[in-house]
């Protein structure tokens, strides 16, 4: 289904030049309307009054941030060899990124031009399991990882990626028919900048297809299921996007929304009995992906804007 959120209808998303650090204002819209929305691990999160997001305040300082997300893979997994971390990652997260990979092709077939040149970017493409989609689907795909060990793993399995920390890699004049961040944006500082990266690296007309934690699902309107949701954990996820907050975020970054979908991963308190544990997690992946309750959010957007110039 397409947008019906059109409260952006007939303006142009504008957005104040960001704030510092230390001073509360939302990181999409730069309102200062917050509210408390919860705390977890000695952290606070609040509500924007304009825009619905969902964000740790004050945000961490930059270098934490970084430090934060460049060195999990390292943390967690430092003493598995690549071929072990790549087995554990298909093991836990498998049923996330097995769910999700294919529809994103998918979903690139369905929107992409045939004259693209079908060359495609996954930003935070961990140890290349939906690269491997990609590419079996024909597309000229490469990835840049943070993390150590998901870039070996990956480079071991000739899946072209490159270690590095994608808003400060330099890409030269490389273009981008395709640009996917799956679970990369809740991780960011700063996420505006982040989508103009996307921007300037992609050719008029390309797609950028994003995935991230939804907050206007039951885990966000809910206390007793927010207090549960396994997607609040700061500083690790700094951001909950709502439907109205991704919107603002892509349009004032130059990308149009094409398409939203709901699906589920964070898992309700009922698939939590042990004794029909598999059959309930079905039945409920299957309900909420159906209803579009689910705690991920996902979007494909096309470019509108030459580089450099947002609305």
């Known amino acids: 289904m397409r947008p019906t959120d059109n409260y952006l209808a007939g303006i142009e998303a504008e957005r104040v030049p960001p704030r510092g650090a230390l001073r509360k204002s939302c990181p999409v819209c730069a309102s200062s309307a917050l509210r408390y929305w919860g705390s977890k691990f000695g952290y606070e999160l609040m509500k924007c009054g304009f825009c619905s997001h969902v964000s740790v305040q004050p945000l961490p300082p930059t270098d934490e ?8 893979a390292e943390t967690s997994y430092v003493t598995m060899p690549s071929a072990d971390y790549y087995r554990h990652l298909k093991k836990d997260e498998g049923g996330h990124i097995g769910h999700v990979s294919p529809l994103v092709v998918r979903l690139v077939a369905r929107y992409s031009s045939d004259t693209a040149a079908r060359q495609w970017l996954d930003i935070g493409a961990g140890s290349g399991y939906l690269l491997e989609q990609a590419l079996l689907a024909g597309w000229d795909a490469q990835g840049i990882e943070v993390g150590h060990w998901g870039a070996m793993a990956a480079q071991e399995r000739h899946i072209p990626i490159v270690q590095g920390l994608f808003e400060d890699y330099e890409f030269g004049a490389q273009r981008f028919d395709v640009l996917s961040a799956i679970d990369v944006l809740e991780h960011t500082g700063d996420v505006y900048q982040f989508i103009r990266k996307c921007r300037d690296l992609a050719r008029l007309g390309s797609l950028l297809v994003v995935a991230l934690p939804c907050s206007s699902s039951p885990h966000g ?54 004794l029909v544990r598999k059959s309930v997690d079905k039945i409920a992946r299957f309900v909420v992906d159906r209803l579009a309750l689910g705690d991920q959010i996902l979007v494909v957007a096309r470019s509108v804007t030459m580089p450099g110039h947002g609305h």
């Open 65 to 72: 941030i970084r430090r934060g997300y460049s060195g999990f």
């Open 221 to 274: 309107w809910l206390g007793f299921l927010r207090r549960r949701w396994a997607m609040v954990g700061p500083p690790s996820h700094l951001h909950y996007f709502s439907h109205r907050s991704l919107v603002h975020l892509l349009k004032s970054g130059g990308f149009e929304p094409l398409e939203f979908m709901r699906y589920e991963v964070g898992g309700y308190p009922i698939g939590k009995l042990q």
